[in-house]
């Protein structure tokens, strides 16, 4: 006799209410000039973001390709570091010898065949007194300068800690994707610490203050053959060095977090535990928003998660775009009660919403 389970039924959340800014995008690619006139910039977004002397502080993702009048012919940049400057690699792809599938890549149909990147990131930054007028700096804050970041420098996150303000950043090359560390103090000079995580990895995001004496950073393994990307938990003495390394949080088949999760805003804490942002996508490759709580005094240990995404691409600049259907944050700011979210829509824009810290605690479901 088969003995039937209780029907567990899912409590009744409220949902949170999303206010985007009325005049979004707040930065196009129309608005960001090109750090050279033969390259067209087709991207700004996914910035890091943090308050600076009165002003709020967006440190782009500027991608930008060589201007091109020929579909046939695909240029690729790549920083050249021999040369100290970038090179451009050029492919014909009308015989059909590519796969140009992904807007974003080009590969060479061949068992040897590598991924390239078809544009060039590197982080610029955009700063504004109230926070939604923008004025865009006219050089590159950090550009590719290295081997590790040939194919580019992406997704920033910034963390203060004790007046100095950590970028960890997508470090992009033929060696894969690996995470590096930068450091300033005044948004003007800037000095790289290094690869803090090997690839695959991105989206680390460190925490703005030491627990039990540690730092800590979320970050995101790509396991090749076993696992999924998921969101680990590290922890360092001197942010330079990690170990203790845990997975935290895991993707969730047929939900919205079913492909592949990651880190997104610097953890806030609240009287709750560790409030995190984090983005994930479904089989469709559609990037959504929610969130985790993490226990104050132990990080390692998740409290509650979002169920369902607190946010998701809507709107035609969310849906429509160089990659559509993303919203991907790096960065959030707490006001009083307001989050205030900074979000790269669709892979080309920067835009801006609004909800309740409350309600997006209310929202989480105990794990
Ligand atoms: C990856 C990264 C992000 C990008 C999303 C959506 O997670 O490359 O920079 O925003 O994919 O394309």
Not at 242 to 270: E, M, Q, Y
């Amino acid at each position: 006799m088969s003995v039937r389970e209780p029907e567990t039924r899912p409590a009744v959340r409220p949902r949170v209410r999303v206010h985007r800014f009325e005049h979004n995008p707040l930065v196009s690619p129309g608005d960001v000039k090109p750090h050279r006139p033969d390259f067209e910039v087709i991207g700004a977004f996914n910035a890091g973001v943090t308050r600076f002397r009165g002003e709020t502080l967006l440190l782009l993702r500027v991608a930008e390709r060589p201007k091109s009048t020929d579909p046939n012919i695909v240029r690729v940049p790549v920083w050249d570091a021999k040369l100290g400057e970038l090179r451009l690699e050029t492919y014909d792809v009308s015989h059909g010898r590519f796969d140009v599938s992904d807007p974003r890549s080009i590969r060479e149909i061949s068992p040897k065949g590598r991924w390239h990147l078809r544009y060039i990131s590197y982080l610029r930054l955009a700063r504004s007194r109230d926070g939604k007028r923008f004025t865009i700096d006219d050089e590159p804050f950090l550009f590719p300068g290295n081997a590790l970041e040939s194919y580019g420098v992406e997704d920033p996150r910034i963390t203060e800690i004790d007046g100095t303000y950590y970028i960890t950043y997508s470090s992009v090359s033929p060696y894969g994707v690996g995470v590096g560390l930068a450091r300033t103090r005044d948004f003007v000079t800037v000095e790289r610490l290094g690869i803090v995580f090997p690839p695959e990895n991105k989206d680390v995001v460190l925490f703005p203050e030491r627990i039990g004496g540690a730092y800590y950073a979320l970050h995101r393994p790509v396991p090749k053959g076993m696992g999924d990307p998921e969101i680990w938990i590290g922890k360092s003495p001197d942010l330079i060095h990690w170990g203790d390394h845990r997975p935290l949080l895991g993707i969730r088949p047929g939900k919205w977090d079913s492909l592949r999760i990651g880190g997104g805003a610097v953890p806030i804490r609240t009287p709750r535990g560790w409030l995190e942002l984090y983005h994930a996508a479904d089989d469709k490759n559609r990037y959504c928003m929610g969130a985790v709580l993490l226990d104050l005094a132990d990080p390692t240990q998740v409290i509650a998660r979002s169920e369902d995404p607190i946010f998701e691409p809507e709107t035609e600049y969310e849906t429509q775009g160089y990659f559509g259907n993303v919203v991907f944050s790096c960065g959030v700011l707490l006001e009083g009660d307001t989050l205030q979210m900074y979000y790269g829509a669709a892979d080309t824009s920067m835009a801006y919403a609004e909800m309740s810290l409350r309600e997006v605690l209310d929202s989480l479901v105990p794990v």
